[in-house]
């Protein structure tokens, strides 16, 4: 297996996806870092390469599964490259019809890897692997494409939950 994690770090530079500079995040902290992985998987060849590398990481999961907007475009090309189903988490439940949370099937009992953009403190994964489970589905790994290593690791662990990360923050700064 080609490890891809070197070209994932040049291609998340090269796109744009990480910005050093002063900014204000929707949290309204303060970071020296902006992240944002669509400046990397709008581009048809860039979404291929993530694709590739997050395939690298399937290992006896059933599923894949992300929750929309910035994991969407990552799961299904994942999808497309494993041959693996996945499901798609809504942010909210629908106010009409069933009120589903989560688009597409999950067989009880079905081992799912959740594909994240990028995790902070892990809040949303957190939220995203409870969905999941409430399904039915046993999930105990995350990959995301960028950890900014701010506690999702800790956090996920007290739910049996191991993250993994293509990249993490640090070894962004070390590259640019």
Known sequence: MNDLSSEVRATLLASGAVKFGEFTLTSGKRSDVYVDVKQAWTNPERLALLARALAQRVGEERFLAGMELGAVPLVVATALETHLPFVVIRKAAREHGTGKRVEGAIAPGARGLLLEDVVTTGGS??????????????????????????????????????????????ELRTRS
């Open 125 to 170: 994964v957190a939220a995203s692997v409870e969905i999941l489970r409430a399904e039915g589905a046993v999930v105990d790994r995350v990959v995301a494409v960028i950890d900014r290593e701010e506690g999702a690791r800790e956090r996920l662990a007290p739910l049996g939950v191991r993250l993994e990360a293509l990249a993490t923050l640090g």
